[in-house]
Every structure is written in C-alpha cells, then in structure tokens.
C-alpha cells in the first residue's frame, strides 16, 4: 500500500516515519521546497527525540521518501493523509482551514479511484465533509472516502505516543476504509491499544474536546495554586489529594506558568468560536483562555516584587515546554519583552530554543549555559522544566550568584533542597523558602 502526507511539519514527519516503520512506502510531502530539499539531505527542521534518527533509517531503507510534487505522488497513492497547519485566523479566533482546502483542491484534481484521504489536522466540525464537497465536484464519478483520525502527538514524546496510544479514533462509515485503517494501525491493534471507530463529526469533535478539557485541568489547577499561596496551602499535595480519586486521575495537575504551545491556545479558541456559531456557548473554555493569558501577563509582575531592586534577570527555558524547540505561544514572549521594556537586563539560556527571528527576545543577551546565566544574574526564574535545569547545582549556584533569589514556575525543587542553601526559593502554590531580608 502506498502512503502520502501532505505537510512535513510536526505531525506529518513524525506520522510519516512512524508509518514507514511498519512495512508501509510513506512520501512525505510538502508545497516547501526547501524544506524538502533539507529532508532529503537529512536536515530535520523541528527537535523531536528520536525523530531524526528514525527518518534518516527509513531514508535508507527506501520506505520514506519525500517530495514536493504533490500532484504527481498523489495520482499514484492509496491513502492521502492531510496533515497541514490550521492555526488561528487573523480576523477572529477559528481555525485557518485555507491550508487543508487548498490540499482538498490539489487530491480533487488528481485522485485515483478508491482512494482514502484521512485528515489528521486539527479541524472543526464539517470540515470532512467540505473537502468531501470539493473532491465531488472536480470528479463526481470516482469512488473514494474521507475519514477523520486526529493526532493526539505530545511534542517532546510524538513517536512514543505515536506508537502507544491511548486510543486511536477513526470518524467513518465506510467499510473498506474501516480495514485499511486497521491495516494502517495494525502494530498498535496488535499492541491492544483501542480503537474506537466513530463518525466524522463526533471524531472532528473529540479531537478539540480532548485538548480543551486537559487546558481546562491546567487553568484549574493554577488558580488553586494561587489560593494555595494566599492561605498558606501546598498545591502538590492538593494535585496529589485530588488526583488519587480515580474520577480526576493525576496527570495534567502540575501547577505552571501557564499554557502554550501550537495546540492547546490555538484549539481552545476555535472551539469558543465553534460554540459561538453553533449557538452553543462554550462559557467554562472561555474563562480558561481568559484565565491563561492573564496569568503569562501576571508573571512579570509578580517577578518584579519578588526582584525589588535586582535589575539582572536571567531566564531558564524559554519553550513553552521541555523536550521541543518550540516557543509558540510560550509563557516567556510575554514575560520577557514585559520585564525588558521594565528596564531589566535580562540573560537567557534554554538548551533547545531558537535565538534567532524573535524579535521578543532580541533585546536579551543569551548564555550558553546555565551557570553563565546565573554568574549574570541576582535573580534567576525558571520557565521550562529542562532536565538539565532540574538536574543544576543549587550549591554551585549559591556560590556563583550573591543573595541569590530563584523563582521556579514549574515546582522542580523540593523545598528541602533550600535548608541548608543561602537561596531564596518561590515556587508556585507553595511556601516561600530563605527570604533574604535586604539587597546589599
Ligand atoms: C497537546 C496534547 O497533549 C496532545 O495530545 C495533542 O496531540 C497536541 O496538543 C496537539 O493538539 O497536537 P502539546 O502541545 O505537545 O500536546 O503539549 P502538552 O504536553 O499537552 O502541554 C501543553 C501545555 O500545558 C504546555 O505549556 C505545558 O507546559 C502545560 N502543562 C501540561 C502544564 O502546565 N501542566 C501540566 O500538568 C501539563
């Protein structure tokens, strides 16, 4: 069977070489040339564990290719995954879907019979049956299918979720879709990981109602942490309290510095708007938006108290989580910018993230370690939860830096790690540890 992959972002490499790893011919493709032309030389343009490792082993053995002829791979293809970006449109908050109908117009002028086009960007509700609409009416005479099976990749741990799922879900009704796809999947069938087989729109749905009750989960769980600190409670023994009744569960309750990233903002935005056109008001999603952008503004903020007249800030991880290159929509494009226009001087380090192209970080001298960082700073705040910051010297620390003070927005620490180290500590929903009484 033949597989291609319209878009090699994120979802469509990891998928593509994922794929090419059972036994299938997988062309990744893409409109980009040059990104293409980078694949093919073995340069991957996103930091994905595993990832480069694994296409350049598929390369080599000829199961993945890439290409940007799109109408060309498409003629002679099975299956055509759609998996390009729908990010948030300039004018409102829905999603962008002029990517997947330009791929729609593209397979409607060139698609085989009995062809299966498998969408796996995030989409709203419908979207399966436009591109449907759109193949109709190029060739109304072929025989061919739609079917929604969304993505639920973590970016930092896309193969491992690739190939273990908690559940892969397939919107059609179609029978001869419904074996290929069991083909497709048939390692993670195997596996017995579930299946659930569903129809395009409640697919299309799952998809934003997944990634909207976990951003839901994070919102809660950070404004409880801010009550913690007003009353004096402890927000991990509240994740663990909580968590340990097996209706909630324990993941997703780590107290941060808020949401980012390409998904869940993005998702929860085009939900509210799906709401608002369906006339079914999404009023709890809304209020977590609301609730997540004021807490990335908050922050500054509460490091400018906490600082007082320290103006040297160094910043540690600026991705919007460990594991990624990736800082769209990160906490650290609001704090940042806000705590230089505040006239700090502000040092960064993050193993991972991009120094160049930002204008949001133009102004902020970067470090190429840790240690450099602090030798640079009277105040450290910690973004992103890098092994590496989890793993740093606390004591090498409090001998570099003088008074030094950490704000940690991701709880690394354990508070006993501070008693017998001359560091003021801040964390999030918990108590304050050694407050130096005054700057020297
Ligand atoms: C998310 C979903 O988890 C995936 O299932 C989905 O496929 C993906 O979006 C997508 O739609 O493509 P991802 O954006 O990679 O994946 O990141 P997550 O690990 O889910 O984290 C999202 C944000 O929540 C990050 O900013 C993270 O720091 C934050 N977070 C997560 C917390 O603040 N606390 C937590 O307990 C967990």
């Not at 299938?24 to 595993?50: A, F, M, S, W």
């Not at 995954?81 to 879907?97: C, M, Q, R, Y």
């Not at 402890?234 to 949401?259: H, M, Q, T």
């Amino acid at each position: 069977m033949k597989l291609s992959i319209i878009g090699s972002g994120y979802v469509g490499l990891v998928t593509g070489a994922c794929l090419a790893n059972v036994d299938q011919h997988v062309t990744c493709l893409d409109i980009d040339e040059k990104k293409i032309n980078k694949l093919r030389n073995g340069i991957i343009p996103i930091y994905e564990p595993g990832l480069e490792g694994l296409i350049k082993e598929k390369v080599a053995s000829s199961s993945l290719t890439f290409s940007s002829n799109i109408s060309e791979t498409v003629k002679n293809t099975d299956v055509i995954f759609i998996a390009v970006g729908t990010p948030t449109n300039k004018e409102n908050d829905s999603a962008d879907l002029s990517q997947v109908y330009s791929c729609a117009e593209e397979i409607a002028k060139n698609i085989k019979n009995n062809t299966i086009v498998i969408l796996k960007s995030t989409v709203p509700v419908g979207t399966c049956d436009k591109i449907e609409e759109i193949i109709n009416l190029s060739n109304p005479s072929i025989n061919f299918d739609v079917v929604s099976n969304p993505e639920f990749l973590r970016e930092g741990s896309a193969i491992f979720d690739f190939e273990n799922p908690d559940r892969i879900i397939i919107g059609t009704k179609e029978k001869n879709s419904i074996s290929t796809l069991n083909s497709i999947y048939k390692k993670q069938i195997k596996n017995n990981f579930p299946v659930i087989f569903t129809t395009r729109r409640s697919s299309e749905l799952i998809k934003y109602a997944s990634n909207s009750m976990l951003a839901m989960r994070i919102i809660f769980i950070n404004e409880i942490a801010d009550l913690c600190e007003k009353v004096g409670a402890n927000v991990e023994d509240i994740s663990l309290g909580i968590g340990l009744d097996k209706r909630i569960g324990p993941d997703f309750l780590n107290a941060g510095p808020g949401f980012g990233g390409s998904c869940f903002p993005k998702d929860a935005r085009a939900l509210v708007e799906s709401g608002k056109s369906y006339n079914a008001p999404q009023n709890l999603l809304k209020a977590v938006i609301d609730g997540n952008e004021k807490r990335k503004e908050n922050l500054s903020k509460r490091i400018i108290e906490v600082a007082k007249n320290r103006k040297n800030i160094g910043v540690l991880g600026v991705t919007y989580k460990a594991n990624t290159d990736d800082i769209r929509e990160a906490p650290s494009l609001s704090i940042i910018p806000d705590l230089i226009n505040k006239g700090f001087n502000v040092s960064i380090y993050d193993p991972q993230a991009s120094r160049d192209g930002i204008k949001e970080f133009e102004e902020a001298n970067w470090e190429s370690d840790i240690y450099s960082v602090a030798k640079k700073s009277d105040c450290l705040v910690i973004l992103t939860e890098w092994s590496e910051i989890i793993s740093m010297d606390l004591k090498k620390i409090s001998d570099i830096m003088t008074q030094p003070i950490i704000i940690d927005f991701r709880n690394l620490f354990s508070l006993d790690s501070f008693k017998k180290l001359n560091i003021e500590y801040h964390s999030i929903g918990r108590e304050t540890i050694n407050s130096h009484k005054e700057v020297e």
